[in-house]
């Protein structure tokens, strides 16, 4: 296995009496790079991160991070890694700042706790009670312990669930802010535009395996086209799939949901003519939106399903 910032191979993680949660993963993540695991809930991601932490036993396979095994190096390797957890319980009635002095006595090297609540936000909540923060603050806070070990690697756990989408993008910036110091992150998410705007690469994940990897540009470039058209009928017959893929600038015609999905590369071309297709028909439209494709698009080609789909 190569010196990359995390190597695994054949990662397999079972559950009685008969659930697979990981199912043969291979893995690579580059020094320096942002690394998003994108998947609906259940699809195994927290259980692949948590092998990579050395926080579960895999069933089968190896998983090297900076070089180091988990067997040999465990104490090394935890005064190197920086992780936020789903969800991270901290005492309602400790400080913000005590919060943060704690996970730094625990690192022989480190930030120190002032750079750090600078770093995310929290330097005028220093004195709060951690049981008198907002959600987006309690994340920023999560974060800051991670940070506090000034690590090689930070994982990150779907860090942004239930936040506001300003608390979303201050977060996103904490996270910028690391990467340009040249560090890597490893990070889930069930969020596409989050793993679009973050990551460098991505694996999408589903029923414990990865079933497609690459940036998010080359991931959207597999659908033959940018945009997306949408469209269901209030009344009249729909036109069948061989005059939808015939219409100007359409590459795929799908469906979902009672919806039509058209993959197109002109939407200004595709829109007109649908209409006058539709208009022959003597049907009514109930719904039209577009969309430039995305992570989700790529996922509901490959799987059927949307990411949110439980």
């Not at 945009?227 to 219409?247: C, T, W, Y």
């Not at 039209?288 to 494709?293: F, G, K, R, S, Y």
């Amino acid at each position: 296995m190569c010196a990359a910032a995390i190597a695994c191979r054949g990662l397999v993680k079972r559950y009685p009496p008969d659930v697979i949660a990981v199912a043969g993963i291979d893995l690579e993540v580059r020094q320096g790079e942002c690394f998003g695991m994108l998947g609906p809930n259940g699809a195994g991601k927290t259980t692949t991160i948590e092998i990579i932490q050395g926080l579960l036993q895999p069933d089968a396979g190896e998983v090297e991070v900076l070089g180091l095994g988990w067997k040999r190096h465990e104490a090394d390797l935890r005064q190197r890694l920086g992780t936020q957890l789903q969800e991270t319980k901290l005492p309602d009635k400790l400080s913000v700042e005590e919060a943060v002095r704690l996970f730094r006595s625990f690192y022989r090297d480190g930030n120190e706790v002032a750079d750090v609540l600078r770093m995310v936000q929290l330097e005028e909540k220093r004195r709060a009670w951690v049981g008198k923060l907002s959600g987006g603050q309690r994340q920023r806070l999560a974060v800051a312990c991670a940070l506090v070990s000034d690590p090689d690697i930070l994982f990150l756990d779907e860090p942004t669930t239930g936040l506001d989408p300003q608390s979303r993008r201050q977060l996103w910036g904490i996270i910028a802010d690391f990467r340009r110091r040249g560090r890597t992150v490893l990070l889930t998410t069930h969020y596409m535009e989050e793993a679009e705007r973050l990551c460098d690469r991505v694996a999408i994940v589903d029923y414990g395996r990865i079933i497609a990897l690459g940036s998010p540009p080359e991931l959207i470039a597999t659908l033959g086209a940018e945009h997306v058209v949408e469209f269901a009928l209030e009344s009249g017959s729909a036109p069948d799939d061989g005059q939808l893929a015939a219409l100007p600038g359409v590459e795929h015609v799908t469906h979902d949901d009672g919806k039509h999905r058209l993959t197109v590369g002109w939407v200004h071309e595709t829109v007109p003519a649908l209409m006058k297709l539709i208009d022959r028909h003597g049907a009514a439209l109930s719904e039209l939106t577009t969309h430039h494709a995305t992570l989700e698009d790529v996922f509901l080609s490959l799987t059927g399903r949307h990411l949110r789909d439980e």
